[in-house]
């Protein structure tokens, strides 16, 4: 079993940066692909950014494509969400997760973080 805790979140202008961070405990976190979603209020969770074990393969979802950097440290048990650019559309929670492989399928993703709010204002 591996736990997430996601940090790095906060109110930003439009055009601003922030680097989220999502750190877990166990061993095992090496093994996985990892990705990022967001959910708005009144929204599903979407799909953002996701990397194989290695860091090697990133995967992107078409709105942050350019904007969004995902990257992992596997020592420090970590992967980040670079966000540049950033969008009042952007504003949401946004968790990461755990998953087998480079996928995008919310359902397919296990061990979610308690998430981190992200507030862009215009």
């Known amino acids: 079993q591996v736990q997430l805790v996601e940090s790095g979140g906060g109110l930003v202008q439009a055009g601003g940066s922030l680097r989220l961070s999502c750190t877990a405990s166990?061993?095992?976190?090496?093994?996985?692909?990892m990705g990022w979603f967001r959910q708005a209020p009144g929204k599903e969770r979407e799909f953002v950014a996701a990397?194989?074990?290695?860091?090697?393969?990133?995967y992107y979802a078409d709105s942050v494509k350019g904007r969004f950097t995902i990257s992992r440290d596997n020592p420090k048990n970590t992967v980040y969400l670079q966000m540049n650019s950033l969008k009042p559309e952007d504003t949401a929670v946004y968790y990461c997760?755990?998953?087998?492989?480079?996928?995008?399928?919310?359902?397919?993703?296990?061990?979610w973080g308690q998430g981190t709010q992200v507030t862009v204002s215009s």
């Open positions: 990397l194989t074990w290695s860091g090697t393969m990133t």
């Open positions: 166990g061993r095992t976190f090496r093994y996985y692909a």
């Open positions: 997760a755990t998953a087998p492989a480079l996928i995008r399928t919310v359902g397919e993703y296990d061990n």
